[in-house]
């Protein structure tokens, strides 16, 4: 037995103050816990990270809910606000609780790096300011000017990644082939700071945002097409409150509707078992979960494999929130079983329309050994395939 | 007037360390038509004093001081100052390790003189008046020029100056001053020295260096750069952050408040190359990095990249190496 | 037992670019937007300090800082660290000052708290990287001084034993108390993470504030003691390496080039 530790009810409210106002709905009924993707990995996490538990102690105010193993385990993926019965804000507890100790200066080691060059290079990769267009060096991509229609904001990781950089390129070839009005800012943005907010280095965020919203305001930007759900949900959600008031889109939604209208057809369909990952930050946090599906009915000629948690229940691919930079030891990673889900329902590529959920997605299914045999696609490279 | 240098022995051995001050001593002190003394503790250098002459002393001083252990700078330093007081010299030079880096301050405020650590490079001015001193800061991200007091003292970055070519002298005139013991027990003491043993070459030394990083991910997989290392005859370091996460001990940590190497070969894996890593390095000949982001900045000082995640990376280079050794 | 940890606040280390300008007048970076931070030798200090007092009942921390008044936030961290008490000394001047300077002020306040058995700080600061000011403390305190203390071996009564790292490996030394330690980095003195619960405490928790009056000390003459010489110039060292990236489709290629390289270059 633990030893016994005592309630304190000033910790409690001190809480409840910074931002977990939402603590007190929670009944403990332990659908968090019971539908977090964590349990079914399977390793030391699945036991280990109880957000339940997590959140009872918190509410008591009793020490053990800012133990770093288990706050940092989170991948704010949401599927336990999609199931909890009191409609607790699981993910921005999580926030709050991780800002305490990060604005404190006590950033877990793995985050350390990521942070930092938030702050020194404007991005998590540590990649020069200055070469954050080199992903399109060869393009000739169109500058944002007063009377382009949408800004086109690329995710820091398909700036520097250089698997991630297909996935930019896809997009600029389909938005063109599409004739829509779009355009580049380029070296001046910085991150969305979406993995700033996630793992509470808020100043940090607040920071990066605040230099966003100037720049674009400045541009007079006032429709936004993201490559990523990240910088999607960022710039929607989280930009309105420090004064950034943009129309936000992911890319699927501007493509579908210019399918809709006869502007962007597909010259070659794919006859290959594709499977769909929704992931979590399009899906669950941005409400987009047709626009990758209609985009994909146009196309495919066989029908789209569903897997096993799909739509609002879909499992996260384990990179969200921070954890793109964690290590999980093989065996026990949640992009694993997506990997093998997609397997078992007979897919031969998996797509998905995510940097991080592609980098992720890879590199299990890498793990896994099975990239012979499954192939991970981002969907706008899977679309630009299409249309010769 | 003159330049004096403070020889710290490393084995009792006149070093690199030792040879790098002197010859820097020796040119600073020809430009201004200076002598360049150098101090030694007795029983560390006593016996050294020809060859500190060759390596550009004109004049040796052994201190000679009962209680002096030559790795607790405690024990000796007002000894030390003293010395130093009777002679003022323009400038006071000591080689950047632990224990130079611990007398100089000191030195310099019982003289009340100047004090600029770290100096990568001393030059006399082109009228001849002035001594300037060259250090980085911000971890070397700038550097910074500061034009040397009438007495000075400074510590020199490890590998940042060169010995002398030719020998100077082999005949130094040499002094010999007793410390004057003042009252009481020394307040500290050397219970246990450990130096490094281990097998296989001594980092500072290697012609090869291998090191690893925050990328590597856990102790474990330091084997395979043991390996890779043993393969090329050279010895394993790291990053600090490889250190602080316990993967390798204190000692192996190379950079800007680690060890300072200058190998022909040196290779990083899973380092990113942060300023105050690569000040560790800087005089390596030939530069490999081994990094999965093409972005790093360890691709911006070295000579040769190779984008690749190392743990599949390295295993075929060692299996590259042994069968190419094999034939 | 009473130890005094020195904390110096500055700019993240890690947060600057590789193109940071320093204005030669605050010794600052020149764009004021980067987080501040504890200089990361002085955390290993901390740290120390609180392994002594998790072993040594009755241990009181003093955690001091001579800076600008944000520095208030280095000194939070170390309360919520437990730390039992804070003090700054407010920095009245935005100018660099040199090591001697900082080193009289500090003395003056440590001597103004208590000369305590132990005092603690790191073997540098992150931002100028001098590493002058702890060994200029001990003898402005007329302290024996103990550099690059890695651990505290053990602590009885009035001697202490310390891992220090020397030339070539590593010694254990003791010394009698009063001493003065500074730290340098190994693997067991990372610096530990909070309590919430202890952070929101610290919230709460006064941190004294001295002014160099309140020492006797004459901030003009901080400016004038600018015995380290004349800096004369501030540069950014520019890196005229091109890397050479080894092309090759798979691992093994890129080996057996990189191999071939360092042949050509007779380095293996
Ligand atoms: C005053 C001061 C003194 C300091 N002194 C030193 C010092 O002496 N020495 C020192 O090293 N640091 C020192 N530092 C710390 C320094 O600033 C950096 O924080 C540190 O060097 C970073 O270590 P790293 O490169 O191992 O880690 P990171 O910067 O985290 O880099 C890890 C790298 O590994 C790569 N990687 C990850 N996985 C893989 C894989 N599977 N295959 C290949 N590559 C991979 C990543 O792309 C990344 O580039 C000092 C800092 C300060 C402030
Ligand atoms: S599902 Fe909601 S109410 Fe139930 S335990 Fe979790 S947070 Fe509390
Ligand atoms: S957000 Fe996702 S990972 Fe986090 S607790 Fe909820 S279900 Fe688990």
């Known amino acids: 037995m633990a030893e016994p530790k005592p309630v304190s009810p000033e910790t409690r409210n001190f809480l409840l103050s910074v931002g977990t106002g939402t603590l007190d709905w929670c009944m403990q009924c332990g659908f968090c816990t019971a539908v977090c993707p964590w349990r079914l990995a399977g390793g030391r996490l699945g036991t280990y990270f109880n957000i339940r538990r997590i959140q009872r102690l918190a509410q008591l105010g009793v020490e053990g809910f800012d133990d770093e193993e288990a706050l940092f385990a989170c991948t704010t993926c949401a599927l336990c606000e999609a199931h909890c019965p009191r409609r607790v804000e699981i993910v921005a507890n999580i926030r709050a609780l991780r800002g305490i100790l990060v604005e404190a200066g006590f950033v877990p080691q793995h985050l350390d790096p990521i942070i930092s060059s938030l702050y020194a290079n404007g991005n998590p990769w540590s990649g020069p300011r200055a070469r954050r267009l080199d992903w399109a060096r060869d393009l000739r991509l169109p500058r944002f000017e007063r009377d382009t229609e949408y800004l086109l904001f690329v995710c820091c990781t398909s700036c520097y990644d250089p698997r991630s950089q297909r996935i930019a390129?896809?997009?600029?070839?389909?938005l063109d082939s599409a004739g829509v009005s779009f355009g580049v800012i380029g070296t001046e943005e910085s991150c969305c700071g979406d993995v700033a907010d996630k793992v509470g280095a808020g100043e940090a965020f607040r920071q990066l945002a605040l230099s966003n919203i100037r720049l674009f305001q400045s541009k007079g930007v006032r429709r936004i097409v993201t490559t990523s759900p990240h910088c999607f949900v960022a710039f929607r959600d989280r930009y309105p409150a420090l004064g950034g008031e943009f129309e936000v889109f992911h890319y699927t939604e501007v493509l579908l509707e210019r399918v809709r209208h006869g502007a962007l057809g597909f010259a070659r369909r794919l006859s290959e078992r594709v499977a769909y990952h929704d992931p979590c930050y399009l899906g669950r946090h941005g409400g987009v979960f047709d626009a990758p599906r209609e985009l994909l009915g146009v196309v495919l000629t066989a029908p789209l494999v569903e897997l096993a948690w799909v739509r609002e229940v879909s499992h996260c691919c384990g990179s969200g929130g921070g954890r793109l930079w964690a290590e999980t030891p093989k065996g026990q990673r949640l992009g694993e079983l997506r990997v093998s889900d997609a397997l078992a329902r007979g897919a031969r590529v998996l797509t998905t329309a995510c940097p991080y959920c592609v980098m992720t997605l890879e590199a299990d299914c890498f793990g896994l050994g099975q990239q012979e045999n499954l192939q991970i696609l981002e969907l706008g490279e899977l679309l630009a395939s299409c249309c010769i | 007037m003159a330049v004096l240098v403070f020889a710290e022995l490393e084995n009792g051995k006149v070093g690199r360390n030792a040879l790098e001050v002197l010859g820097g001593a020796r040119s600073v002190a020809d430009k201004l038509k200076m002598e360049v003394l150098c101090c030694v503790l007795d029983g560390d250098g006593g016996q050294r004093t020809g060859e500190l002459g060759q390596a550009g002393a004109d004049r040796v001083i052994v201190v000679k001081v009962a209680t002096a252990n030559p790795s607790d700078p405690e024990s000796y330093l007002a000894a030390l100052a003293e010395t130093c007081t009777g002679i003022r010299p323009v400038l006071i030079m000591f080689a950047g390790t632990p224990v130079g880096r611990q007398l100089a301050p000191r030195v310099a405020h019982r003289l009340s003189y100047g004090i600029v650590t770290d100096c990568l490079s001393i030059r006399v001015a082109d009228d001849g008046r002035e001594i300037l001193l060259t250090r980085p800061i911000y971890g070397g991200k700038v550097h910074a020029v500061f034009a040397a007091r009438e007495g000075q003292v400074i510590t020199v970055r490890p590998r940042a100056l060169r010995p002398l070519e030719h020998p100077y002298r082999a005949d130094p005139q040499v002094d010999y001053v007793e410390a004057t013991p003042r009252g009481g027990q020394p307040r500290t003491r050397v219970v246990e020295v450990h130096k490094e043993t281990e097998s296989g070459v001594k980092l500072e030394e290697a012609k090869v260096v291998v090191a690893g990083g925050r990328g590597i991910g856990g102790p474990e997989p330091f084997a395979m750069l043991e390996e890779l290392a043993g393969l090329l005859g050279g010895a394993v370091g790291g990053s600090r952050a490889a250190v602080d996460a316990g993967w390798l001990p204190a000692t192996r940590q190379i950079g800007l408040t680690g060890k300072i190497v200058s190998p022909d070969l040196y290779v990083a894996v899973a380092i990113s190359g942060s300023s105050q890593h690569m000040a560790g390095v800087a005089n390596s000949r030939v530069i490999v990095g081994i990094n999965i982001d093409p972005e790093a900045p360890i691709f911006h000082s070295a000579h040769l990249g190779v984008v690749e995640d190392y743990r599949e990376f390295v295993p075929v280079l060692i299996e590259k190496i042994k069968s190419a050794k094999a034939c | 037992m009473k130890i005094v940890v020195c904390l110096k606040q500055i700019p993240d280390p890690d947060a600057l670019p590789s193109d940071l300008v320093i204005d030669p007048e605050t010794g600052k970076p020149a764009a004021n937007k980067y987080p501040l931070t504890i200089s990361p030798f002085d955390e290993n200090a901390l740290e120390i300090a609180l392994q002594l007092k998790d072993k040594v009942p009755g241990t009181q921390i003093v955690a001091l800082s001579y800076g600008p008044e944000s520095a208030e936030q280095t000194l939070r961290k170390a309360l919520s660290l437990l730390a039992d008490e804070a003090v700054l000394?407010?920095?009245?001047?935005?100018?660099?000052?040199?090591?001697?300077?900082?080193?009289?002020?500090?003395?003056?306040?440590?001597?103004?708290?208590?000369?305590?058995?132990?005092?603690?700080?790191?073997?540098q600061a992150g931002d100028w990287d001098a590493g002058v000011v702890g060994f200029l403390l001990a003898d402005e305190l007329g302290l024996p001084c103990v550099g690059f203390v890695s651990q505290v071996v053990s602590a009885d009564g009035n001697r202490m034993v310390f891992k220090t790292e020397i030339e070539g490996g590593w010694q254990f030394l003791e010394a009698e108390l009063p001493v003065l330690a500074t730290v340098t980095n190994d693997e067991t003195n990372v610096l530990r993470m909070a309590k919430i619960k202890d952070i929101m405490m610290a919230h709460r928790r006064k941190v004294s504030?001295?002014?160099?009056?309140?020492?006797?000390?004459?901030?003009?003459?901080?400016?004038?003691?600018?015995?380290?010489?004349?800096?004369?110039?501030?540069?950014?060292p520019v890196s005229t390496t091109v890397c050479e990236f080894i092309a090759g489709e798979s691992p093994a290629e890129k080996a057996l080039a990189l191999l071939g390289k360092l042949r050509e270059a007779r380095l293996v």
């Not at chain 3, 040199?98 to 708290?113: H, M, Q």
């Not at chain 3, 000369?115 to 073997?123: F, I, S």
């Not at chain 3, 504030?209 to 950014?236: A, Q």
Request: with cysteine; charged share 30%.
């Open chain 1, 169 to 174: 390129r896809s997009v600029v070839r389909l």
């Open chain 3, 89 to 123: 000394v407010k920095k009245e001047t935005s100018k660099l000052e040199d090591g001697y300077g900082v080193a009289r002020v500090l003395a003056s306040a440590i001597r103004k708290v208590g000369l305590p058995d132990l005092v603690l700080c790191g073997r």
């Open chain 3, 209 to 236: 504030v001295l002014t160099l009056s309140e020492l006797g000390i004459d901030g003009g003459d901080l400016e004038r003691c600018r015995v380290h010489g004349g800096l004369k110039e501030l540069f950014t």
